[in-house]
DNA sequence: CATGAATGAGGATTCATTCAT
DNA sequence: TATGAATGAATCCTCATTCAT
């Protein structure tokens, strides 16, 4: 436990010892690793800055000296956090193999990510989401780059379908929007349950193949233009 | 206007006259109209109980009256819209029709509802999810009772396919409960992009039929033992 | 002593013991009161919302309800004073009377009130002065008025002079302010010294006496053109 | 500029440059240059010693080296600055003049000085008189020493005129005392107008020359026996 | 029923001040 | 001598909540 641990009994983050004197650098990584444990799991109202200082094991002024204002220490997070899935899903896709490997390459790494990051995934998934414009468009526009990459992998596997095809089909943009928007949001639930190993979740390995599965069948139908309606008799 | 509207230029829920003498059963519709929708706006953090009464048309101490406390509000607004919700999926599912078609009037249902409630989505999706254990378990419960429900149908689809089947696949449960998660999750996420008719969402019928499209074929394939797998060939 | 005053052993304004349910009205000129107080014995950033609450035998919030903030509080607190002064000095003042007399029961007046409100006094020329802009404007403002009275009156007194005078003297426009200027010190000083009895201060009709003593043979020697200059011989 | 100077574009006092190994009086010196400053402008309570430290060009803890606190700081600043005005004001004095010329003389230094040190006279005048009781005695010693000496010039010209006069007038200790405070607060209102060259004050001399019509003439009369009282006729 | 009056408790933020190097 | 790192102690302000009428 670190030293100086009050009241509450919340170990410092890391569970490293309170230490006096480190260099700001460090000092701030300290600061936004207890922020984004507390803001992932209090929300922004609801951590106080009281409680993520003494998580961060060092007094509340010193957080204010590094990062100014709670607002700004939110951002940092929520930044940092962006900023290491987007890292890992781009380190994680095979550049050069066929546009379904890169997909699912780049799944199993965002899995892989979420669910050894499951602090940051809620942040960004959750918490950055409800708290007004700033920080809402901070994530959103690390989706729109994800949703980018996804919509132009749809666009080669449908430039690669077409090649074989007998009766190439077109996707219209609203079509290709709302399947990246379903896509994405299939993989953020099957994120959120893949982060909860109590409720039986699958490895990351196993939720991109879901998704895969789910997903590429269904595209590739679509490509061929055939399309499920209503109509269809049962 | 209601009366007893000050400065803010809020108005009362639905445009209801401040008036005396209501039924308790009324007036606390009104002060859950109020809830949802500060809730859903603000958050739980940000709105507050002056900004609800005054929203609702009544006094603050009325509000405590009839509903004791901020947290039982909202745990109420919760459970109203959570009801709310599934009761019209459940009234929406034609029985008796096929798996597919069941799934569809569903969904189409899902779609139409919150489209018509996006205060009440909103507190469900994304407020409730952010404010610590006692809610989040309270909606977790009411997406694991859909959850629950679509996977019974994909179970049913496949005793279904198999009837006919010449070659039957088999689905693990894991797979049935991923694929399930996958699809409420991109459902989820078409009911945002929905909700939200100036960045062009689609109507209620055409998200349910996007999300058909999308699903329903990567399930018969699954069916048809056609899995995506990573070792799989280009 | 008020009920509930806490530890620092100050009394609330007036003595008045701490009662409670009381009209708004009251409780805001209580609450004026202990600011003109506070703000004047210890400045505006030493004077603490705390104290202020206390000595107007209230609590915090009830302050910030009622007042909205600490610099809306100190401007309320001006404004009365200002106002107050204003009005005395004009009740005072003897209308119809010739220019010296009416300068005099101005003075009286002004004189009479700074030593019966010594707080307000303090308030208006020392520290609302020194918290920049916003309201050293406002008490510049009351001070201009004051500053044109003297003005006006002076300008009488030069007709009245001019009337009877062999060589009617005049006065450019600076030297009327410098001696506006001169005159309004003058009187402050007196002022700050009636209002320290201890000192041996006069009385309001002595400080009126000694500074009409002071400045009117000043002006009827400048009027009748009999100038000092640094030049005189011993 | 000063190396250290930080963000806030606020160049070292003196435009010196920040250099190693300067002797401590002079550093002090610089210290108390930053400190008036900083008070005049700001406020004891506002200005911050991270400002006054950056403004010094030095960190810090130096200064608390030098000067121990922030209080003691102030305290230094305030008598530095009040020697420093009743030097300049004894040094101007003519010795051995008439009483008029010697207190013309003495005026006419009080405005040089505090027209050529208007941080030092807002420190002195505005800032340390509302600060509470150790400052501001600070402050009214000096004061009180100038209202001595002004009060024994007055005399030494009531025993001038004695000399001569066909009917002499006798002047109380009171109404001396209430003249003299009358004159230096005439003086300090003109050295406040005098700092504010955009709002067209005078230069000292005229400053002074102003004062003396003004304040010698009442004088005059007052010793020939023409006292002002309010029962004179118009 | 309805409400104006009132408060306890807590949270963000700042700053003078001190070490250890 | 000089400083980057760190903190205790306030201070302003807000809000859920309760009475007395």
Redesign the pocket.
Known sequence: MCA?ARSKGAACVGGAT????????V?EQQMLDAGVRAFARSGY?N?????I?ELA??????????L????E?FTACIRREAAALVTAVRAAVERDASADRQLWSGLSGFFAHTAEHPDGWTLLHLQARTQGQPYAREVAAMRAEIVAFVTQLIGAAAREHARGAARPGTLAGTEVAGLAHALVGAAESLADWAGDRRAGGPSAKEAAATLMNFAWAGLGNLLRGQEWTPERIG
């Not at 094991?57 to 590094?66: H, I, N």
Request: charged content about 30%.
């Open positions: 100086g309170r230490s006096k004197r480190v260099p700001r650098a000092r109202q951590a106080s800055m009281d409680e200082a094991g060092v007094s509340k002024p010193l957080v204010y000296l590094y100014n204002s709670k607002e220490l």
